[in-house]
């Protein structure tokens, strides 16, 4: 493990070197025991916004003593500090894009910033349920984090960040939502292999690719293969 942290330190090192000056050992000791420089290296924060970072840090287990962490606090207020009158509240810089309000927000922006810049969540779009496992998963990380906090950052995440749905090819057939009568019409199938599929899916839920077909009682197994290229799920 010290071996891995002391690869990533060297390679973000060379990347972007740490300024020089007081504290700076300290925090190449310290913060790189569970990321990299580069989580570090392009924030730029108030000395407030830092000490609330490096206080969460702490808590979540990072080990040194209290004058370690004070200098660190320092080097990085020094070195990483915002351009006067570009802050906004939570000590980021105005280029930062701007996470909407909303219950879930003053959370993520108190606890999750201690490992992730805040527009690393404006990048990332998920469905609800991709969104719940990777709460579930960071929750642990989160010492004092309680479901209605986690509940509200999944409602955050879902409401605001969801999964762009890809535009429909009017060329295709979406087997989840079309009648029976269309499935027989659009791919050349009887209406017993359509009746088929669409009973299927009402059992069994929606289909995730044309092999989830290959199974169904019926159908024509080399029909769906040849037709794969005119569906859409």
């Known amino acids: 493990m010290f071996v891995l942290c002391l690869i990533a330190f060297l390679s973000n090192a060379h990347a972007q070197p740490l300024p020089d000056g007081p504290g700076k050992d300290a925090l190449a000791n310290v913060c790189t ?21 490096v206080d969460q840090m702490r808590d979540m287990g990072a080990s040194a003593t209290d004058q370690e962490f004070s200098a660190i606090v320092n080097y990085l207020a020094r070195n990483f500090a915002p351009q006067e009158g570009a802050t906004k509240p939570n000590g980021e810089t105005a280029a930062t894009p701007v996470m909407p309000d909303g219950p879930g927000k003053q959370f993520i922006l ?12 404006t990048k990332y779009h ?11 998963r960071m929750g642990t990380r ?13 409602k955050y995440f879902v409401t605001n960040y ?7 090819d009017v060329n ?7 009648t029976a ?27 995730k690719e044309w092999r989830d077909m290959l199974i169904i009682y019926g159908v024509d197994g080399k029909k769906i293969q040849a037709r794969q290229e005119r569906m859409a799920f």
């Open 172 to 178: 295709k057939i979406n087997m989840n939502k079309a």
């Open 33 to 53: 025991q569970c990321h990299g420089l580069d989580v570090i290296t392009p924030l730029k924060r108030t000395a407030a916004a830092w000490k609330q970072t």
């Open 142 to 154: 989160v010492p004092g984090a309680t479901k209605p906090d986690l509940d509200a950052v999944l």
């Open 162 to 168: 969801p999964k762009a749905e890809a535009p429909e």
């Open 181 to 207: 009568q269309d499935i027989a019409a659009r791919l050349d199938l009887t209406a017993a292999e359509a009746e088929a599929i669409v009973r299927y899916r009402e059992t069994h839920g929606d289909y």
């Open 126 to 136: 998920h469905t609800a349920e991709e969104w719940q496992v990777i709460i579930a």
């Open 110 to 121: 108190m606890q999750c910033t201690a490992c992730h810049q805040p527009d690393h969540f």
